[in-house]
């Protein structure tokens, strides 16, 4: 069974980084599609960035210039570094996987995470 796992998450203040991870496991192939979403108490889920293992990446417009997706492909790792941060990126981020054609925020997501809270003080 392909599980999904996430670390990174933490506290930090207004203008700070963190680095959140999600590592593959349990199947032979990492997810081809892999994506990061967050969602805060009383919104709905957004999509922040998605990154495909061709390294294509999308964003969403309130991350651009501030977040940044990479992976590992050997390891079957994806990241997401988030530099200056703000106190509307507080949210739980989950990191999603699928087996798709055309990746990105459209594709729907078969595997989830269990979710990495951020919170960043003002």
């Known amino acids: 069974e392909l599980i999904l796992v996430e670390s990174g998450g933490g506290s930090v203040q207004a203008g700070g980084s963190l680095v959140l991870s999600c590592i593959s496991t349990?199947?032979?192939?990492?997810?081809?599609?892999m994506a990061w979403f967050r969602q805060a108490p009383g919104k709905e889920r957004q999509g922040v960035a998605s990154?495909?293992?061709?390294?294509?990446?999308e964003y969403h417009a309130s991350v651009k210039g501030r977040f940044t997706a990479f992976q590992d492909n050997a390891n079957g790792t994806v990241y997401l570094r988030m530099n200056n941060l703000k106190h509307e990126d507080t949210a739980m981020y989950y990191c999603?996987?699928?087996?798709?054609?055309?990746?990105?925020?459209?594709?729907?997501?078969?595997?989830w995470g269990q979710g990495t809270q951020v919170t960043v003080s003002s």
């Open positions: 999603a996987g699928a087996f798709g054609i055309f990746c990105g925020f459209k594709q729907e997501y078969r595997y």
């Open positions: 349990g199947y032979k192939f990492r997810p081809n599609c």
């Open positions: 990154i495909n293992t061709s390294g294509d990446t």
